[in-house]
């Protein structure tokens, strides 16, 4: 009996091309995860090895960079698109809030820094704004806008609905749908975070 032929492996760099520019953090090939939509500046790329995800059009390791140094220079907090929330919620995870340019995971910004000679020292799970962040994004859901609920409380920026009756709506959605939100949030966040994968870290980054 003959065995079967191994399944061929394919490079992810053979993947790589004009619609699949290389990620600012690893080199690797971006490819596409959400469409352009209301309130992003363009289409969503992901990378399938360090996890970064790009809104629009990469740039290079020096403006990816530059963004997460407004996160901090030493200590940053990230919205994890590694997380189980942004696995979950895909084009509604809450994580993707206007402007935002780059959608960091741990790995990525591990590769970021040693641009700067620096290492990720500690990695924690930040319950409070994590359980948050899954709320909100089981919420988006619900509602035609994007953090509606979260921007209420001043906690970022909302993608609004386009029409007033819909955004009447969602506020009516968002007062109703809050709690049981919350219920089912919780424990999900902490399932998430027992495994690794907790919608926001808090990162330490020291000088090598
Ligand atoms: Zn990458």
Same mark, same amino acid.
């Given at each position: 009996?003959?065995? @079967? @032929? /191994?399944?061929?492996?394919? #490079? ?8 699949? @520019?290389?990620? @600012? $953090? ?10 352009? +939509? ?10 399938? /090895? ?10 290079? *390791?020096?403006? $990816?960079?530059?963004?997460? +140094?407004?996160? &901090?220079?030493? /200590? ?5 698109? =590694?997380? %189980? ?8 995870? =809450? &994580?993707?809030?206007?402007? *935002?340019?780059?959608?960091? *995971? ?6 970021? !820094? ?15 704004? &994590? ?11 619900? *509602? %035609?806008?994007?953090?509606? =609920? ?8 909302? !993608? #609004? ?13 968002? $007062?109703? $749908?809050?709690?049981?939100? %919350? ?15 907790? /919608? !926001? ?8």
């Amino acid at each position: 009996m003959s065995t @079967p @032929p /191994s399944k061929p492996v394919v #490079p992810l760099e053979a993947g790589a091309g004009p619609d699949n @520019p290389p990620c @600012p $953090a690893c080199g690797e090939p971006l490819f596409g995860w959400i469409d352009s +939509r209301p309130g992003l500046a363009g289409p969503v790329r992901r990378c399938e /090895s360090c996890g970064l995800g790009v809104v629009g059009e990469p740039g290079g *390791t020096d403006e $990816a960079l530059a963004c997460l +140094r407004e996160l &901090g220079s030493d /200590s940053a907090r990230i919205a994890n698109r =590694a997380g %189980f929330s942004a696995w979950i919620g895909g084009a509604g995870w =809450a &994580g993707l809030e206007p402007q *935002t340019r780059y959608l960091f *995971t741990e790995e990525a910004v591990r590769r970021l !820094v040693a641009n700067r000679d620096q290492v990720v020292s500690r990695a924690r799970w930040s319950p409070g704004t &994590g359980v948050a962040l899954m709320w909100q994004t089981i919420l988006n859901g619900c *509602t %035609f806008g994007r953090n509606i =609920a979260l921007a209420t409380l001043g906690q970022g920026k909302a !993608v #609004p609905a386009t029409r007033p009756w819909q955004r009447r709506l969602d506020l009516v959605i968002s $007062a109703l $749908a809050a709690v049981p939100a %919350f219920l089912i949030a919780v424990p999900l966040e902490l399932l998430a975070a027992a495994c690794g994968r907790g /919608s !926001v870290l808090t990162l330490r980054m020291d000088l090598l």
